[in-house]
């Protein structure tokens, strides 16, 4: 039970006018606080908090206070229904028009271009049926996902060939970290830098030498040691957590321990705020700022939010184009999507012929609580 929420639930029924107080308002005033709390958990915190309240009115005011409790069920179900209205607001999404212009300028860059990959794709949007496409579907925006059946399908030289940027991308862990991350979880017991920063392409190799990952590692396992020794992620106690305090206690921690020692100290900042994204408006001409975040923590709804982070990576990669020329097939945009206990790490890239490429490099499971060497690596595997 979370004290600062029966408080501020508490101050709402003793502070407010009794015709405000009802269970609609009583949720509305929780869930504001917290969005994702369990049913039952905020039927305790009310029912506690209209316990505490009721010795202040009089008879006849505690038994409005008691209809709270009553219709409690009624009111949670419509806040939820509230919230996720607002939220499906949230999605912009692209008109049919938007769609078909899409394609018509998708075709015009391929047209005329010799690439095998190029010529399939070309072929293929001849097959497409442009009415059917939902806003949804990265091919609607002009991206082409590594998971789309068109990708899938392609042949295996061809396939091979547009994968080559994703397995340049993706490194294997070396043996001594492999080994240092095992034998952690088995033994587990309870400088300013040069501006502009080199520029880098990728090539298959680490930049760090070993010595450096094992630092950076071990700091990444010495925040996970923290993670495991708090109770509040403890089976019994879990569930009752919010998703505040899954970023707060383990997502956060994490990137920020993984990511401080990038080069990036002069020319970029590492923040957990929120901020609100220019990128797609400036994309649209529409001249205001955009009013989805740039950064999105949610656990639930993981589709929905799989295409809000590929179309935010896709509004950045616009936005940076549009204001800078960095190595086409090598600047990409990273995304990532917490859902539950899942970490998942993608990247949107221009290739040399303006093609938008969405790849899905790595998928691994958060452990919050001591667990097996077995989900030390479980990556994402190319097919």
Request: proline share 5%; aromatic share 10%.
């Amino acid at each position: 039970m979370s004290s600062g929420l029966a408080g501020k639930i508490f101050d709402f029924l003793i502070t407010s006018p009794l015709e405000h107080i009802t269970a609609f308002s009583v949720v509305y005033q929780a869930m504001e606080e917290d969005p994702w709390i369990e049913r039952n958990n905020l039927r305790n915190i009310v029912n506690n908090a209209i316990s505490l309240a009721k010795n202040e009115y009089s008879q006849e005011a505690q038994n409005k206070l008691l209809t709270v409790s009553l219709q409690f069920d009624i009111a949670f179900e419509g806040v939820c229904s509230l919230r996720d209205i607002e939220t499906a607001k949230e999605i912009e999404e692209i008109s049919k028009e938007q769609i078909k212009k899409n394609m018509r300028e998708l075709k015009g860059k391929l047209r005329g271009k010799s690439s095998p990959f190029l010529v399939e794709l070309y072929n293929f949007l001849d097959y497409v049926d442009v009415d059917s496409l939902r806003w949804q579907d990265p091919f609607a925006s002009q991206v082409i996902s590594d998971e789309s059946s068109f990708v899938r399908n392609l042949p295996g030289n061809i396939y091979h060939n547009f994968m080559e940027p994703s397995r340049r991308m993706k490194m294997e862990a070396p043996p001594n970290i492999r080994e240092m991350s095992n034998a952690f979880v088995e033994d587990f017991y309870k400088d300013e830098i040069e501006i502009p920063p080199p520029k880098y392409s990728h090539n298959h190799t680490w930049r760090e030498t070993k010595e450096k990952l094992a630092d950076i590692s071990t700091e990444i396992l010495e925040s996970l040691s923290d993670i495991w020794r708090n109770s509040a992620f403890d089976p019994k106690f879990a569930k009752a957590q919010s998703e505040g305090t899954y970023v707060t206690d383990v997502i956060v921690p994490l990137l920020r321990v993984s990511l401080k020692k990038l080069p990036i100290r002069n020319t970029a900042f590492l923040s957990t705020a929120e901020r609100q994204s220019q990128a797609s408006a400036d994309r649209k001409g529409e001249g205001k700022q955009g009013k989805r975040p740039d950064i999105m923590f949610i656990e639930e709804r993981k589709d929905d939010d799989e295409v809000k982070l590929w179309r935010e990576m896709n509004d950045g990669l616009y936005w940076v184009y549009s204001g800078s020329r960095p190595n086409k097939n090598e600047f990409g945009i990273a995304g990532v999507q917490i859902a539950g206990d899942m970490f998942h790490f993608n990247i949107i890239i221009k290739d040399m012929d303006d093609i938008h490429r969405l790849y899905h490099l790595y998928s691994v499971k958060i452990p919050i609580r001591p667990t097996g060497s077995s989900t030390v690596s479980s990556d994402k595997e190319d097919n």
